[in-house]
């Protein structure tokens, strides 16, 4: 179709609008409520336009275009309407831009300097709305700035996939609110401030704190998961005041999670850690950096060189950056010593030395539209993956068959296809029977151990989207990696994929996943579990918490507390290496140093530090490299975090290469599930990396509430306990007094505890047995 | 929260719509949950919220658009008065204004007793019969001149 | 009876008995015939909706669109489900025709809805029933469980493999809900908020389905249509104007209450049907079809027939049909005022002109009145009323701003005094005097 806007030419296909073809032209026209990823409400009318031979106005946002249509965005009809709408939403918008913390940002500051009227020609008295209390992160203080233009409604219902804003009530008494004085839980939500166009839904921990002009914008991306969405992290005299998306349609499109975006208050913490410590009499004290690094070089030599190589083992985050997890794994092989691993939470490696390549998502994020089917496999899917179940939500929302083979867990606020729940050990049975479904609906015979195994009516639905779909994906989640039988889950996911023809990945547990694999920072000796199993006399730490960050945080302390020697290159002071650490050397966090991260996709994302180190704290890979020269260690001659990341990744290359998910795996047979209850451990969503537990705003959210020992009813009756009692959970020697939480999504049998909280830090396996009994 | 008995009529509106549309059924269920408490409280309108499965801002901003749902307990008898253009005409205002006198309070007040909350109401689709009022939502009063309306109070106990 | 009077009736006729809402009353008129006719011959939908065409039956709902016309925009073949919907939210003040149809004559509604799915394939519908009118409600359903069990609603009608069913939905008080697609989305349980068009209800309506909605006038006219034969219907009015209509008749009268003509009846006429002016007063002026039509004075009023043309030359619509007579106690800036205050309090708070201008409209009226108009006023009304026309999503906008700018037209001068001198043209207590509202003995 041919449309003429203001004298140039577009070509657009049937069905766009006016708008559509304006930004194709690069024409701007006037707009509020108009969002290309929110539905068309065409509600502020700022966008009217005049079309040849209309004898209104018509909004460009909503109006289809038709062809060989003539548009006037700036004719004298066009801009008395545009003047007209202005006046009128002026006349309720309090005109207080010096104190507004939009001032300088506002859409409709701008657009009111270019439309409004002189005075205002209306005298009565403004509207009053009153403010609302919605949580710790967005604030409705000033709700009579808001502009009715529901975008932030629609995000809700659209995007997030859940309705927690409305608007109530109707005429100019119309007003935008929760439900009855709720908060605002979706993990989501921050969206929604930078939607508003004016500054009526504003950021809680930024508020006051900056004018956006004092501002300055730098790139970055986040450390938080797997999909390293693009930031624009905000400056003021060295310290970062605020995280906004930076539009990326590839990888986070224009939105962020709450994560992404309120974590940076960590960054501003007390707990920074910014000089080096060292353990002197029992207690940390401060000392200079080469006091630290030679103490450092000194301990390492004499341990390896006393009780060899292998006495020493390396953690590192897989949120690290690529430079630090090839650094680590470097200086540790140098020191003799084949114990290296980012795979924290990992308990099952039994598809080491078995894999073909690099373990990734199998496609990549913007492929995700275009699938017919998915399957997510054992994954808390929107807590775990707020941007990526945003893609599945709006997949599943056209076409595409979304289904889920899950441990239970929050509704991922999918239109579902099929879903399954299962206790985690009955999750590999319950994709075999999926695996067998597609082999009978293919008359292929079963493969060998499959016998017993018994497809239900969910199994066979799930099967047949993956098969009828030309594009079908498997995902398999966090707690498919963090099972016990993560080997065998990856074989059988492996053998679905090809007999339905679907990719196959993993959507990745952290930042950095794929590139820890990248980076090689991977056990020759012991693994991330073994480490601590078998414990050993010194300890190597990049930024891991191991009591929160751990498979078994149980096993990990004791081994730690034992250890001769600890030390840990972390950004913050606090925590338990107060307890543990013998050294601590201040590492800076994301946004004071340089590196790459290798998201989920296999893209890699380097970035520069956009403020400088804090204090002493220097960047990760910088302080490795020192070391490894007072080591006297073969290749740390790097200059710059460049040279670092070129001697992984061939410098320019926008996805790494030798990405497989393939695995060679022996037959499957199905195990007996185990006697009594088990544990199903979740990460909290803000308790997931160092960031964000230590980020004031979201730890005040609910999804940052303590944890619970969450069970069934039936669960709780068996076990006499009643919703809110006290109750002892117990695994291995350490136990927990938690409240006990009636939950119908925990799956019969198990009880759901989660991890990485200090309160079950005592407790060991995330998937193991464990005993309840009333407190 | 609701009763039994209101359950079994909102399934019956829920029976009008498709399957997949049960929301429909949203401003029946609140009527039918006013009717039993007399006005909507939030708990009344989250629990009907959730026998439809939608979201319970969503149901209160149905609550809250809709003129005749009570988000406020009232008088036992909620008395609306049209004054609209064609019942002003034939006495609405005037009726009203002798209502006022009559009970001694203003447009949303209710009287000391608790019996009855007056409402100006908007044109209710009777303007031949004006001056007309709605008692409760449900029963409609025709040609209310004072003599009726004495009447119609003096029945209102 | 409500039906006071009748030229020609139709919609009216036989409905004195005081169960003419019962089924076998109706069938007793021949009601159903029309229905079981189309059935038994198996009448093919488009020889049905040429007979309506032919009728030029035009919207009795407001609009006045061409019945037949709307009817064949329905993809017919479209496989899916498609609805016939019903609008009997009837809030235009001054209207009350629907209610008296539903309480005298629902099967009357009943069969024409069933008549127009057959005609467009639909298999369900749904009539939306002004909320205030409750006992209406109630009697629609009992009506539609008479029909139900006589077998002209439900599956396989008469045997004829057709299936309909109905359903009555009712509203809680939103003018708003009467606009077609605000109605939509009210059945579909959300606020009664105006879709922006295109995508009209043809292609995309109730849950997104190819959709119909007519007024409940339109629809009961329909088995009368089929009865007597397209052509038949189009003489009883005038060319371009088929038919009878209701008309509302109220304010200033003898005896308000609903009156069926054939459309191109001397206004004059049927002033004398409701019994002429009250207290023989003058007639002042006049809103011929609801409340969003503008006002008409007084001698261009007289000199109308009531039909859409005539009126609509007369600068007005006929509208909805309902007709406010105003007399010389009238006092305009009064009127207005409190016709503002209806759209403000109505707007459905989505688009801005509306939301906005509404409240600034009544809000200066309301100065106006309570004596504290500016000189300048009048013109902020008009640029006001220019802001809203025709830049809103729905057609309130210009519902609100029609009687603004026909009431200052025309009576321009009366604003001007009550702006000057702070106080009102026609005295209060003459304005009382004309309502009738007795209070001796207060
Ligand atoms: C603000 C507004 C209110 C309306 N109210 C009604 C109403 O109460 N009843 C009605 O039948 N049509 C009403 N309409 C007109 C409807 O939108 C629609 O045109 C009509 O129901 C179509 O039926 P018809 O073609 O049979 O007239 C209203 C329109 C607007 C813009
Ligand atoms: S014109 Fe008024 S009633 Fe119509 S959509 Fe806009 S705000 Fe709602
Ligand atoms: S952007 Fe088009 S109406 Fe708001």
């Not at chain 1, 929110?38 to 062809?67: F, G, H, W, Y």
């Not at chain 1, 509207?127 to 529901?150: N, Y």
């Amino acid at each position: 179709m041919e449309i003429e806007i203001d004298g140039k030419i577009a070509q657009v296909p049937d069905g766009s609008t006016i708008m559509d073809a304006a930004q194709q032209l690069g024409a701007y026209i006037p707009h509020f409520c108009y969002h290309k990823k929110l539905s068309i409400a065409a509600n502020c009318r700022m966008c009217l336009v005049q079309v040849e031979k209309a004898p209104k106005p018509l909004p460009a946002c909503a109006t289809p275009v038709t062809n060989g249509m003539k548009v006037f965005t700036h004719s004298e009809l066009a801009i008395k309407a545009q003047k007209g709408v202005m006046e009128f939403l002026l006349i309720n918008h309090p005109l207080d831009c010096p104190i507004c913390d939009q001032g300088g940002e506002c859409q409709l500051q701008d657009l009111a300097v270019g439309y409004g009227g002189s005075s205002s020609r209306f005298q009565e008295g403004k509207r009053v709305v009153f403010h609302k209390d919605v949580g710790p992160l967005i604030s409705m203080q000033e709700m009579a700035r808001c502009i009715h233009c529901t975008r932030c409604v629609r995000f809700g219902q659209e995007i997030a996939g859940v309705m927690e804003l409305g608007m109530a009530n109707r005429t100019m008494h119309a007003e935008i609110m929760t439900f009855v004085g709720r908060s605002i839980d979706s993990e989501l939500s921050g969206n929604m401030i930078d939607l508003c166009p004016v500054g009526a839904l504003t950021s809680k921990p930024f508020r006051y704190s900056a004018r956006s002009w004092e501002l300055s914008r730098r790139k970055s991306v986040s450390p938080h998961d797997s999909v390293g969405a693009n930031l624009t992290v905000q400056i003021k005299n060295n310290v970062v005041m605020r995280v906004l998306p930076r539009e990326n349609e590839d990888v986070n499109e224009c939105w962020i999670s709450d994560k992404d975006r309120f974590s940076y208050e960590a960054l501003n913490s007390p707990a920074r850690l910014t000089r080096p410590m060292i353990r002197v009499d029992g207690a940390l004290r401060e000392v200079a950096w080469n006091v630290a690094l030679d103490y450092v070089t000194h301990a390492l030599k004499d341990i390896t060189g006393g009780k060899g190589g292998e006495s020493l083992a390396a953690l590192a985050s897989p949120h690290a950056t690529l430079e630090e997890l090839h650094l680590l794994q470097k200086l540790t092989r140098g020191l003799g010593s084949g114990s290296v691993d980012f795979r924290l939470r990992r308990r099952d490696f039994s598809t080491d030395g078995k894999r073909v390549g690099t373990p990734w998502l199998g496609r990549r994020f913007s492929e995700i539209k275009d699938l017919d089917a998915a399957l997510v496999i054992g994954s808390f899917l929107r807590k775990d993956h707020p941007l990526f179940a945003q893609r599945l939500r709006q997949l599943g929302k056209q076409w595409g068959k979304v289904s889920l083979l899950s441990l239970g867990g929050d509704d991922p606020l999918i239109n579902l296809h099929a879903q399954v729940a299962v206790s985690p050990a009955e999750l590999p049975l319950a994709l075999a029977a999926v695996v067998k479904a597609a082999a009978q609906l293919k008359n292929e015979p079963p493969p060998a151990g499959f016998e017993a195994v018994e497809p239900c009516a969910s199994s066979q639905a799930i099967a047949r989207s993956l098969l009828d779909g030309e594009q079908s994906a498997i995902f398999l989640g966090n707690a498919a990696e963090q099972h016990p039988q993560a080997g065998q889950l990856h074989a059988l996911a492996a053998e679905l994929a090809k007999l339905t023809g679907a990719t196959c990945g993993f959507i990745g547990e952290a930042a950095n996943s794929v590139g820890g694999y990248v980076a090689k920072a991977l056990p020759g000796a012991l693994n991330a579990y073994e480490m601590f199993a078998q414990p050993r006399q010194a300890y190597v730490l990049l930024g891991v918490e191991p009591e929160l960050d751990c498979h078994n945080p149980q096993q990990a302390l004791a081994a730690l507390k034992a250890a001769a020697l600890v030390v840990m290159l972390t950004p913050f002071s606090d925590g338990g290496a107060v307890d543990y650490a013998d050294v601590l050397l201040p590492i800076t966090p994301f946004t004071e140093t340089s590196g790459t991260l290798v998201n989920a996709e296999g893209r890699v994302q380097s970035f520069n530090g956009v403020v400088r180190p804090l204090g002493d704290a220097r960047p990760g890979w910088k302080v490795l490299r020192v070391l490894g020269n007072l080591l006297a260690l073969p290749g740390f001659e790097q200059d710059s975090s460049e040279q670092v990341r070129d001697e992984v990744i061939a410098a320019g290359e926008g996805f790494v290469s030798g990405l497989d998910n393939g695995v060679s795996a022996g037959p499957w047979s199905p195990s007996a599930a185990p006697a009594g209850l088990q544990r199903v451990a979740d990460v909290p969503i803000y308790a997931a990396d160092l960031l964000v537990r230590r980020a004031a705003a979201l730890q005040k959210t609910h999804d940052a509430a303590a944890p619970s020992a969450r069970m069934s009813a039936a669960t709780m009756a068996k076990l006499a306990v009643s919703d809110g009692a006290p109750v002892r959970v117990r695994q291995g020697e350490g136990e927990a007094l938690l409240p006990a939480r009636a939950d119908e999504t925990v799956p019969p049998g198990c009880v759901r505890v989660a991890a990485a909280h200090l309160s079950t830090a005592a407790l060991g396996d995330m998937f193991g047995a464990i005993n309840v009994e009333r407190a | 929260m609701l009763t039994p008995e209101s359950l079994k009529k909102i399934d019956r509106e829920i029976a009008k719509y498709p399957v997949d549309q049960k929301r429909s059924a949203i401003m029946a269920a609140l009527a039918i949950a006013q009717d039993e408490q007399g006005w909507l409280s939030s708990e009344a309108i989250e629990s009907v919220a959730n026998y439809l499965g939608m979201a319970p801002v969503a149901a209160y901003e149905v609550a809250s658009f809709y003129n005749m749902y009570n988000l406020k307990p009232l008088g036992k008898y909620k008395l609306s008065v049209c004054t609209n253009l064609p019942c002003m005409l034939s006495g609405g205002v005037d009726a009203g204004e002798y209502l006022k006198k009559k009970l001694g309070i203003g447009y949303n007040e209710t009287t000391p007793d608790g019996l009855i909350t007056l409402k100006e109401g908007e044109c209710m689709g009777a303007c031949g019969d004006a001056p007309v009022m709605i008692v409760n939502n449900r029963r409609m009063c025709s040609w209310m001149q004072p003599e009726q309306i004495d009447q119609l109070l003096a029945e209102l106990k | 009876m409500a039906i006071l009077g009748a030229i020609n009736p139709m919609l009216s006729l036989g409905l004195d008995g005081d169960k003419a809402w019962r089924l076998a009353d109706y069938v007793k008129r021949g009601g159903y015939s029309a229905l079981r006719r189309i059935l038994e011959e198996k009448q093919p939908q488009g020889s049905v909706i040429n007979e309506v065409k032919k009728s030029v039956l035009r919207g009795r709902g407001g609009a006045g669109f061409p019945t037949g016309l709307k009817w064949s925009f329905m993809p017919r073949s479209f496989p899916g489900d498609k609805y016939v919907v019903c609008n009997s939210d009837e809030g235009e003040p001054g209207t009350f025709k629907d209610r008296d149809i539903l309480r005298y004559n629902p099967h009357s509604v009943i069969e024409g809805m069933a008549i127009a799915a057959y005609a467009m394939g639909a298999a369900c519908g749904y009539n939306y029933i002004h909320g205030e009118v409750w006992e209406i409600y109630e009697r629609f359903e009992e009506a539609l469980d008479e029909a139900r069990a006589a077998g002209f609603l439900g599956s396989d009608l008469l045997g004829s493999g057709f299936n309909f069913e109905l359903f009555a939905h009712h509203g809680y008080g939103a003018y708003i809900c009467g606009e077609e697609t605000a109605l939509l989305e009210s059945i579909e349980g959300k606020k009664g908020q105006p879709r922006f068009k295109p995508p009209f209800p043809a292609s995309f309506g109730l849950y997104g389905k190819p959709t119909t909605i007519n007024n409940t006038e339109t629809f009961a006219s329909i088995p009368y249509i089929i009865n007597l034969g397209g052509e038949t219907y189009l003489e009883a009015g005038k060319a371009n104007n088929g038919g009878t209509k209701l008309f509302s008749i109220s304010g200033h009268v003898e005896r308000p209450g609903n009156y069926e003509i054939p459309l191109g009846t001397p206004f004059a006429t049927l002033l004398e049907m409701a019994g002429g002016m009250r207290g023989g007063r003058q007639l002042k002026a006049c809103i011929p079809g609801g409340s969003s039509a503008p006002v008409v004075p007084a001698e261009a009023m007289m000199a109308c027939t009531m039909d859409y043309d005539s009126i609509s030359k007369a600068g007005s619509m006929l509208g909805s049909g309902a007709v406010i007579v105003m007399d010389e106690t009238t006092c305009m800036v009064r009127a207005l005022e409190r016709l503002s205050f209806f759209y403000y309090e109505e707007s459905c708070g989505q688009c801005t002109p509306c939301r906005e201008g509404t409240g600034w409209l009544y809000q200066v009226v309301h100065r106006i009145e309570n004596g504290q108009g500016r000189a300048d006023d009048l013109e902020l009304l008009a640029c006001v009323t220019t802001n809203i026309m025709g830049r809103t999503i729905c057609a309130l906008g210009d519902a609100a701003s029609m009687p603004v700018q026909s009431f200052i037209k025309h009576f321009h001068d009366e604003f001007a005094y009550h702006i000057e001198h702070k106080k009102c043209l026609v005295p209060v207590d003459v304005q009382r005097a004309g309502s009738g509202f007795f209070t001796a003995r207060v």
